[in-house]
């Protein structure tokens, strides 16, 4: 069996050295990269070859890549790199590895073309003068080939390693038994269609209820099916932080179940969370945890894999016993772990680390997507950006005089955008030409002055840049998908005004799609994935996806349903409202004592409904969510909650306690839900309903009722969670008992007359 490995991967895991090094310089991005390479290929001889493939052995390691040229008249192979700045600047040690993958290119050419020396250039090329300058080594094949097993050999001990891990792995999850003995009903349904759709290589998307089991339900099955389906990698996305704790409770379970399992799960946090010097800039000069980072990292990476669940805490103590950084080693090591837990954006984003490591190594994947009804919002805004005025006019206040014009040109042709417009919100069908080329130069400008003053940028100038390169990435996008282009215009005074710029992705199946499409099989899961063709239609599926509505672990006895007809909750009845909401809480609190959830549309909503009950029924126990809560405040929220306790918790639909909580048995018997759950009817969202009618025909369901539904469907779902739960859901407003209202509720809810 051949260890598979790409001439990139092998350099960076043998050849780097020295210090963690992050400082901020800016890179050519890949499409300024690639426009490189052509740009040198396009001046070399007709005779020059580009992406010359290769591959070459060294026991079991098979070693392969793509050259990026070679001159066969000059005998000369090239490693191009595109760089911005002072070319001195660059540090050392990326200049060792950018040798030795050109040594390695080299050697495996010389082997193929059975040439006995070659000529071995590294051209770095300025992206901004287009100028290259060229470092030329002479090499014989006997050099190159010691060379290429020096390298192997410090790579090889590391791949036999991971082929025996693999071997194991394979055979311990094959062997793998469920840890409850046996599934809870629905849940065998859904694991076997989670195998049945990894097997055939197509996409799943399953509505499956609350309290069913899913993250066991997905995860057993699609361990289960790595040594079958040959996979590499498993990940489990989800949305939020509770989505990840349940993943690695799930992994726990596992474990127990069969101790010494040969399996590798790692649990990837924001880097905010995992850095120990939250004060220090990444580099040796700095963070102690960065200097010598490449020196301690191969002890730190052996003594990590030797952790079957390296979960926030394992790692950290790894790293720290070895001195390095826990969030750059976590990033190591999902190169190889066998089940990464992330957020959605690590494989989704346009940047997105594990979507870009697996492409690299040509890794066979399968991800699971832990309460997919939240990928539509979170993957329109991975392609959205936004920028706003008054962050240009205090980053002008304190930029450097060099910068001064660019910034100036920008604000001056930001503000002839909205110069004639009358009202605070607007849309423009498309972005003016001028105000896209000021953009660029001021881009350009400071990346220029980045590159030419690497010690000692101002944050928030440094945060500037990033947001228009962001805002610049996603205009390039804006003629092809579907953008809203907006303007909210602030007054200020009657000679100056400002104004917030945004491009708001609306469909972001196409950019999703590769993501989709780069998996054995994606499989989507939630308790709210309803209608089937909205989801299909805006998360870029492929057509011969397979959707599967679970069976109900409950009976319809275990929640009494009803729909309050006599009260409507829009904005314009709310006053009215008012009243009989409340005493319908007072009385279904005194026919059944016991703690309650009641979600509103607002805070304000929420609050007028709470201070009249307060008043009026002083007796019943509240507490309020309120607006920006942190997590501490979350967690009291949730603590008021007791077994067997009495009260009215008030959130917002939507909110923090819409979804992801769990409350089991008399911690929660019952919820009140007044809305809909509709978004706010404004320009914005009337803009998406004429976009959406546009490509699918049914603009205001696709903007208003499938998703206030599934928020609807969504906090529901926090009052029965085991079998051996029962609640009351009041569901107060008139149009709950439309027809295709009732449609999209739960099948096996059995609704009071």
Request: net charge neutral.
């Amino acid at each position: 069996m051949s260890y598979r490995v790409a001439v990139r991967a092998l350099c960076e895991f043998s050849a780097k050295s020295g210090d963690l090094d992050l400082r901020f310089t800016p890179s050519p991005s890949a499409q300024e990269g690639m426009l490189g390479h052509r740009t040198v290929a396009a001046r070399r001889s007709p005779d020059y070859q580009s992406e010359v493939p290769v591959e070459g052995r060294y026991g079991e390691l098979l070693v392969k890549g793509r050259a990026d040229g070679y001159d066969p008249q000059q005998n000369l192979l090239e490693e191009i790199k595109t760089y911005r700045g002072d070319l001195a600047r660059m540090p050392d040690n990326h200049r060792q590895l950018h040798w030795a993958q050109a040594r390695v290119y080299a050697w495996l050419l010389c082997q193929s073309l059975q040439l006995p020396a070659i000529r071995v250039s590294l051209v770095y090329f300025d992206i901004q003068s287009e100028e290259e300058t060229a470092f030329v080594q002479e090499h014989s094949a006997e050099q190159l080939q010691a060379f290429f097993n020096q390298q192997c050999a410090i790579f090889l001990s590391w791949a036999q390693q991971e082929l025996q891990h693999r071997a194991l792995r394979d055979q311990g999850t094959a062997e793998l038994r469920f840890p409850h003995g046996q599934f809870r009903p629905g849940q065998r349904h859904l694991a076997e269609s989670v195998y049945k759709a990894v097997s055939t290589g197509r996409c799943l998307l399953a509505q499956a209820p609350t309290g069913i089991g899913k993250t066991l339900g997905t995860l057993f099955p699609m361990l289960k099916a790595m040594a079958p389906q040959r996979l590499d990698k498993l990940l489990f996305l989800t949305a939020k932080t509770p989505g990840r704790q349940l993943a690695l409770e799930g992994a726990r379970m596992l474990f127990a179940q069969q101790p010494g399992l040969p399996l590798r799960v790692l649990e990837l946090v924001a880097r905010d969370k995992a850095c120990e010097y939250l004060d220090k800039a990444c580099h040796g000069e700095s963070c102690p945890l960065a200097k010598g980072f490449y020196q301690r990292l191969p002890a730190a990476r052996q003594a990590a894999v030797q952790v079957p669940l390296l979960d926030r805490q394992a790692l950290r103590q790894v790293a720290l016993e070895h001195q390095v950084c826990p969030y750059y080693l976590s990033q190591e090591m999902a190169r190889w772990s066998d089940l990464v837990v992330a957020d959605y954006n690590y494989y989704f984003d346009s940047s997105a680390l594990l979507f870009g490591l697996a492409q690299a190594a040509q890794e066979r994947l399968a991800v699971l997507v832990d309460e997919a009804h939240n990928l539509v919002e979170r993957g329109r805004g991975m392609y959205s950006a936004s920028l706003d005025q008054q962050q240009l006019a205090q980053v002008r206040k304190s930029a450097p005089q060099a910068l001064k014009s660019s910034l100036q040109r920008l604000n001056r042709e930001w503000n002839a955008l909205h110069k004639e417009q009358l009202v605070p919100y607007q849309v423009y069908q498309g972005i003016p030409a001028a105000w896209l080329k000021a953009l660029g130069l001021c881009i350009a400008a400071l990346g220029d002055y980045f590159a030419e003053h690497p010690q000692g940028v101002e944050s928030g100038l440094q945060g500037w840049y990033f947001e228009l390169l962001q805002f610049a990435r996603v205009a390039e996008l804006f003629d092809e998908q579907p953008f809203i282009f907006d303007v909210s215009k602030r007054t200020l005074s009657a000679r100056r005004s400002l104004s917030c710029l945004s491009l708001r992705n609306v469909v972001p199946a196409a950019l999703l799609r590769p993501r989709m499409e780069a998996a054995r099989s994606v499989v989507l899961f939630s308790a709210t994935l309803n209608p089937r063709h909205y989801y299909q239609d805006l998360l870029g599926l492929p057509e011969d996806s397979v959707w599967v509505d679970v069976e109900s672990p409950f009976a319809a006895t275990q929640l009494e349903v009803h729909i309050v007809k006599r009260i409507s909750t829009r904005y314009a009845h709310r006053q009215q409202s008012l009243g009989p909401i409340v005493e319908l809480m007072a009385r279904q609190f005194a026919a059944r004592p016991g703690n309650y959830l009641a979600f509103f549309s607002s805070f304000d909503y929420l609050q007028q409904v709470a201070e009249l009950l307060a008043r009026e029924h002083p007796h019943i126990p509240l507490w309020l969510q309120a607006r920006g809560m942190d997590e501490a405040a979350r967690e009291d929220f949730l603590r008021k909650f007791q077994v067997e306790g009495q009260g009215i918790g008030f959130a917002v639909l939507g909110g923090a306690f819409g979804e992801g909580i769990d409350l089991p048995g008399s911690r929660l018997i019952g919820a009140f839900v007044a809305t809909l759950g509709l978004p706010q009817l404004n320009v914005l969202n009337e803009q998406m309903k004429q976009r959406m009618g546009e490509l699918f025909g049914c603009g205001y369901d696709y903007t208003y009722l499938y998703p206030g539904l599934q928020k609807v469907v969504q906090a529901a779902g926090r009052v029965i969670r085991s079998q051996a739960d029962s609640g009351v859901l009041m569901l107060i407003d008139d149009r709950f008992n439309e027809p295709r209202v009732r449609r999209l509720l739960p099948r096996w809810w059995a609704i009071a007359p």
